[in-house]
């Protein structure tokens, strides 16, 4: 297969590039960044508007994940029967998948709880600083795109319409069935994957984010096991279609995904009002839907606090990190 690093135009090879990174050893201290990663990354999944895909662009391992998870093939079976277990590993870029996961496992059992807490007592600021990651992750995104032809504007625009309708989408509600958690698990793990698409905002959109979440705090194996089974599928089905779509139409797949991350800043906006709510599974009140507002309307509509220097110091503070990240993925691997 043809490598990215070939196929990309010239001018745009960065750290998101696999064909420096892919096979490269990692000392120590690179495995312990790898971990921090794969927890900012869990972190991001666990709240409903996030994607952990877009950590991992602006980190500097996307197309690496991807194209390390497409690597579970035939070939990868030939490798384990033929040559045994070490060079099946290597070919599925193992000790990548291994350290990422486990940092974001880690991070679900750990970082989430404290995640979830801000989300609850702290939403403007939270939100806030995750919208500022997304525009700079969308600067960060686009200027891999040297020439802006009308096919990448077209597919920037497709995105980002995508993107603000699947926000727009009022929340339904299914029963917590096993069926249940094993289909919204390959649904789910589609989006995590993709900058831009929260898969917990996927959940939330059928409404199992609460089932899900609470299998998560309460250790519900079967439950858990279920929906990492449907996981698994979605997600080596789906990195297929992603690793192709890098390799033969890199741009226009940036572009795709850079319209996905602007639009998707209709869901985190610090200031919404809510217009109307439902009963969740455990007779709690969920926003059903919600209006992006202002600040000053929304203290007026809600009587809660703004706290608007606050939110936009967090809003730069986001956008000063991905800068950061991004010079640091171009001093990393020039």
């Not at 996030?50 to 994940?65: H, P, Q, R």
């Amino acid at each position: 297969m043809q490598s990215l690093k070939d196929s990309a135009p010239a001018g745009a090879q960065s750290s998101h590039t696999l064909g420096s990174t892919m096979k490269q050893s990692r000392n120590g201290l690179e495995h312990l960044l790898l971990v921090v990663k794969g927890m900012l990354m869990g972190a991001a999944d666990a709240v409903p508007g996030v994607s952990g895909g877009t950590i991992a662009f602006i980190t500097g391992i996307y197309e690496e994940l991807i194209h390390s998870l497409r690597q579970f093939d035939l070939d990868a079976l030939r490798l384990l029967f033929r040559r045994g277990p070490r060079a099946a590993w290597q070919h599925v870029n193992g000790n990548f998948l291994l350290v990422l996961v486990s940092g974001i496992l880690l991070s679900l059992l750990s970082l989430s709880h404290l995640v979830l807490y801000l989300l609850g007592a702290y939403p403007e600021l939270l939100w806030a600083f995750f919208f500022g990651l997304i525009v700079a992750s969308t600067w960060s995104l686009c200027r891999h795109i040297d020439a802006w032809r009308s096919s990448m504007l077209v597919s920037f625009a497709t995105g980002a319409v995508l993107a603000y309708a699947v926000t727009q989408l009022a929340p339904s509600t299914l029963d917590a069935t096993p069926v249940a958690f094993f289909f919204c698990g390959m649904v789910a793990i589609c989006a995590m994957i993709l900058p831009g698409i929260s898969g917990s905002f996927i959940l939330l959109l059928l409404g199992m984010y609460t089932p899900v979440m609470t299998a998560v705090q309460q250790f519900q194996f079967g439950n858990l096991g279920l929906f990492a089974c449907g996981a698994i599928i979605g997600l080596l089905a789906f990195a297929r279609v992603l690793d192709w779509a890098f390799s033969h139409h890199r741009t226009t797949t940036l572009a795709l995904l850079g319209g996905v991350l602007l639009g998707s800043l209709n869901k985190v906006w610090p200031w919404k009002y809510t217009t109307a709510y439902t009963i969740n599974g455990h007779g709690s009140e969920v926003p059903l839907a919600q209006e992006n507002v202002l600040p000053d309307s929304y203290q007026m509509l809600t009587g809660q606090e703004p706290y608007l220097a606050g939110a936009l110091g967090l809003m730069l503070l986001g956008a000063a990190l991905v800068v950061l990240l991004d010079r640091y993925g171009r001093s990393g691997h020039s």
